[in-house]
């Protein structure tokens, strides 16, 4: 990895009949000369963790929340 680049979100799952769910996610992002951008997130506390993931979007954060909200479960 070139550049790594770490980022605290707190995201908010939003599930049936108005529940609402905010966890805390560590989220890295870092850019490889031969694969692009890569992201990588943990969940402390809840035991979820996304492995290095390729990236492709345009905002590589919103991607990597949006990979972290659908590991969230309905209800915790």
């Known amino acids: 990895m ?3 680049t770490h980022y605290l979100a ?3 799952h939003k599930a049936e009949k108005n529940y609402k ?3 805390s996610w560590d989220i890295y992002i870092a850019t490889d000369e031969k694969q692009g951008y890569l992201g990588k ?3 402390p506390g ?3 963790e996304i492995p290095w993931t390729k990236l492709t ?3 590589l954060l919103a991607e990597m929340m949006g990979l972290c909200e659908s590991q969230m479960p309905k209800c915790s």
């Open 57 to 59: 979007g345009q905002d």
């Open 21 to 23: 769910n905010r966890w």
């Open 41 to 43: 997130a943990f969940a």
């Open 46 to 48: 809840k035991g979820i």
């Open 10 to 12: 707190e995201i908010e």
């Open 2 to 4: 070139t550049k790594k």
